[in-house]
């Protein structure tokens, strides 16, 4: 099969095989390597792909392709707007609770303070405590044993 005439330019078989895709790559790259310079055959080659319909769809799919894009647009939307709702509800709650405010925070770290230094006081008093109560129970066990050893003898 000729693809080229006897002058060189392209022949209707080899336009129909080039816009068919039934050439081979051998053809396809003879045929394209001419196109690329030979401008009587690239007008050639558009007015017969004009010839060609290109596949129409049967459905209009734009009024679904809306659809989905309204929708989509919308569910985004939504989704943003419960972003920030929730986001203003958080910080009007610490807003609200004094989280913001360095006077407060200052105040609420003294009063912690406070509180430690307490607990550390009570801590130390029931050490103490527990320390006296823990010689008295050894001497009054240390009396009983001696009273034991004059009323028995030793053990």
């Known amino acids: 099969m000729t693809i080229f005439d006897q ?13 068919t895709e039934k050439a ?25 792909l004009e ?6 769809s049967e459905n209009n799919i734009s009024k679904s392709v809306i659809k989905r894009v309204k929708y989509k ?3 985004l939307s939504q989704k943003r707007f419960g972003t920030v709702v929730a986001a203003a509800g958080i910080a009007m709650v610490l807003w609200t609770s004094g989280a913001f405010s360095w006077g407060m ?8 303070e406070k509180l430690e230094y307490q607990l550390e006081r009570i801590s130390w008093k029931n050490q103490n405590l527990l320390h006296d109560m823990s010689q008295k129970y050894q001497y009054f066990l240390n009396k009983l044993d001696r009273r034991e050893e004059g009323l028995y003898g030793e053990k």
């Open 24 to 48: 081979d790559q051998m053809q396809r790259l003879e045929l394209s390597e001419h196109l690329s310079f030979c401008d009587r055959c690239l007008e050639e080659y558009l007015k017969e």
């Open 73 to 75: 647009t919308a569910w």
């Open 51 to 56: 010839k060609f319909t290109l596949l129409e």
């Open 7 to 19: 002058n060189g330019h392209i022949t209707t078989k080899g336009f129909f095989l080039l816009i």
């Open 105 to 112: 925070t200052l105040e609420q770290t003294q009063a912690v």
